[in-house]
């Protein structure tokens, strides 16, 4: 299967090791700076012959006519290329988030639909060991009535990493703290406790970080339509590193955490069946990744290229992206106006809140 990446940065290593890792034929790389592609062409030993170098995605599209492409560029600019992606008959996988609004989420979901390809959100935490066991519990029913489940992200990120790049922390290409390093651990809580959400109830604030647009700690309260409720608490101000990343999930038959850097340790599991042995399970489920994007991609990989094969959807498809971004909008605006966040929600976008926390 032809195969290119869109966006050659921080996280494409992972991209190109799970195309290998997975026997993707990978014909182009694309970046508006060749210093980029070039780089992974050398860290990978990449065939320079074989492998184009792109600065003109359109220009790409046209000429190695992939089947499937990675979007990683900054998060301001997934949209329009996801949709000249599909336009082109391109399956995507697109890095979190989707989109920074549900309208451009929505265009994306419904061009895929119309033009036949997958469209996969590159949410790569749900394929960890820790969480697909959880999510096995969960849907055979061993938690019993959920009651209620958090996610906390307490990271690090100082000057230098807005430095090197300069959309980061920009409402027009990124959002902040909830929007960029916290999306993976959103999009788990609501996807356990079952989708479905009445409200949410959030506060943000740019604490540390006065040189960028967005915020640096957002905390929220969801309720969800199933009776339960979240608690969610994100933030870059960790001193001196990141901390963790950890889920709690507690039912009344059930209670269970995913920690570690990012929900790759399981660290809790205790239900009422007695079914297995705790400290089995949690040595079993649990892996120490090199980093905190994990072992995730190549799994996805597995799923979207059995997806294209096999004409179904992506285990992480279009929707679940929508449905990530909807979360951290909503807190977004619930911060922003002061009040409870219904939903579904209408149209919402972070160039909403451009000058949120302008002095």
Same mark, same amino acid.
């Not at 170098?53 to 560029?73: F, G, N, S």
């Not at 960890?128 to 849907?139: F, H, Y």
């Not at 705790?278 to 905190?292: A, F, G, I, R, T």
């Given at each position: ?5 869109? $966006? ?23 970046? +508006?700076? #060749? !210093?980029n592609t070039e780089d992974k062409i050398k ?21 190695? !006519? ?33 989109? #920074?609004? /549900? ?25 960890? !060991? ?15 009535? #959920? ?41 788990? +809580? ?16 740019? /604490? ?38 950890? +889920? ?17 340790? #399981? ?11 705790? *400290?089995?399970? !949690?040595?079993?489920?649990?892996e120490l990744p090199p980093n905190v994007y ?31 971004? *909807? ?14 966040? *219904? ?11 451009? $000058?949120?926390?302008?002095?």
């Amino acid at each position: 299967m032809r195969y290119a990446i869109i $966006g050659c940065g921080r996280i494409s290593p992972n991209h190109v090791v799970a195309s290998q890792k997975t026997g993707l034929d990978l014909v182009a790389l694309c970046d +508006l700076d #060749l !210093k980029n592609t070039e780089d992974k062409i050398k860290k990978f030993d990449l065939d320079a012959s074989y492998v184009k170098q792109y600065t003109d995605y359109k220009k790409m599209l046209e000429e190695m !006519k992939p089947e499937l492409v990675a979007i990683a560029t900054e998060s301001g600019k997934h949209a329009q290329i996801a949709l000249d992606c599909i336009e082109a008959g391109c399956n995507v996988i697109i890095e979190k988030p989707i989109a #920074l609004s /549900l309208a451009d989420a929505d265009r994306i979901i419904e061009a895929g639909h119309k033009k036949g390809v997958k469209v996969c959100a590159c949410h790569q935490n749900r394929f960890n !060991k820790s969480i697909q066991m959880i999510r096995e519990a969960l849907e055979k029913g061993r938690f019993g009535r #959920l009651l209620y489940g958090t996610a906390h992200i307490r990271w690090a990120r100082d000057h230098e990493y807005y430095d090197r790049a300069s959309w980061r922390g920009t409402w027009e290409q990124d959002g902040g703290a909830l929007m960029n390093q916290c999306i993976h651990d959103i999009d788990l +809580l609501r996807w356990m406790m079952g989708d479905d959400v009445v409200r949410v109830v959030g506060m943000t604030d740019r /604490l540390k970080h006065d040189y960028i647009q967005a915020e640096d700690l957002g905390i929220a309260l969801v309720q969800f339509a199933n009776g339960s409720y979240g608690i969610i608490e994100g933030t870059t101000d960790v001193f001196p590193k990141n901390l963790e990343e950890t +889920l709690y999930i507690f039912g009344d038959k059930g209670t269970v955490k995913a920690g570690g850097d990012a929900v790759n340790l #399981l660290e809790e599991w205790n239900f009422s069946d007695y079914i297995d042995e705790p *400290e089995q399970v !949690k040595k079993e489920c649990s892996e120490l990744p090199p980093n905190v994007y994990g072992f995730g991609h190549t799994k996805l990989y597995r799923d979207v290229i059995d997806a294209i094969e096999n004409d179904r959807e992506p285990y992480v498809n279009g929707e679940a992206g929508r449905r990530a971004l *909807e979360m951290v909008l909503a807190i977004y605006k619930s911060a922003a106006t002061g009040e409870s966040v *219904e939903f579904p929600m209408k149209d919402c976008s972070t160039m909403d809140f451009v $000058g949120r926390f302008d002095k």
